[in-house]
């Protein structure tokens, strides 16, 4: 299973629009992908309830996970987009 540990970029945390931003990006990749904190469970990345439900802050370690093919690519930007807080999914990492 590939996993990414970021902490996350937004000052606001994963809240309203950077979680919109997050689950697009994450949707757009094409890949099953899961988000969870690092104490917690992990929760499916594409579904904006299960997003907002995670309640991380800005700076709080995330943890972003999938077995699929294609995995290491799409967590590599996803988690660039989380880490730096960007208003959408970079095109390269």
Do not use: C, Y
């Not at 994450?26 to 499916?44: E, L, M, Q």
């Not at 991380?56 to 660039?80: C, H, N, P």
Request: charged share 20%; hydrophobic share 50%; proline share 4%.
């Amino acid at each position: 299973m590939a996993e990414r540990r970021v902490n996350v970029g937004w000052a606001e945390g994963l809240h309203a629009r950077p979680a919109s931003i997050f689950v697009r990006a994450t949707t757009a990749s094409g890949v099953p992908v899961t988000i969870a904190k690092a104490d917690g469970n992990p929760v499916n990345a594409a579904s904006m309830l299960a997003v907002l439900g995670l309640g991380a802050q800005g700076g709080e370690e995330i943890i972003l996970a999938s077995d699929a093919e294609g995995a290491e690519v799409a967590l590599d930007r996803l988690a660039k987009l989380v880490a730096e807080g960007l208003d959408e999914l970079p095109e390269t990492v």
